[in-house]
């Protein structure tokens, strides 16, 4: 797709660092890295986002995402990996095409979950359930 970056990246106009390739998925470091050996991993074709690619090839970049995690862990000899995988403006998507962060972890680096630990009542997540499975 023109003016997308990361299509760039697959067609070689916008150079990047490459961890793994194949004729499907491509992986490379992350120009703004939140550990050593952060990579991101995508597909090759156009896919926007989790909601616009079909189920299977979101399966296969998983397992592409797998594979990069144990080799940067092998290779790196981090102690922990952290997936992380952002889905339109609200989810924290920046670049709109689909990727999966790999972020290799040490114990005691200096990242944060992005959330507050907080338990809900009983009510409230049967309440969700509810409208999860309304018909
Ligand atoms: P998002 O915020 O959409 O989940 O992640 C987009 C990621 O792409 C960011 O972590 C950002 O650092 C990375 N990124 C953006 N532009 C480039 C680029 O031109 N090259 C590389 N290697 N990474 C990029
Ligand atoms: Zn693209």
Not at 14 to 37: M, N, T, W
Not at 40 to 52: G, M, R, S, T, Y
Not at 55 to 69: P, R
Not at 89 to 106: D, K, N, S, Y
Request: net charge negative; glycine share 4%.
């Amino acid at each position: 797709m023109s003016n997308c970056i990361f299509c760039s990246i697959v067609a070689g106009d916008i150079p990047s660092q490459k961890v793994y390739e194949d004729e499907r998925f491509l992986a490379f470091l992350d120009i703004f890295p939140a550990s050593k050996g952060h990579t991101l991993v995508i597909p090759k074709e156009h896919h926007v986002d989790i909601h616009a690619i079909p189920a299977d090839t979101y399966g296969a970049m998983a397992s592409v995402a797998k594979n990069v995690a144990d080799l940067l862990m092998n290779k790196l000899l981090s102690e922990g990996t952290t997936i992380m995988q952002m889905n339109r403006e609200a989810g924290w998507q920046t670049v709109f095409h689909l990727h999966m962060h790999v972020i290799p972890r040490w114990s005691g680096d200096n990242l944060h979950k992005p959330w507050d630990i907080k338990a809900a009542t009983d009510e409230e997540l049967e309440a969700v359930l509810q409208e999860i499975q309304r018909l």
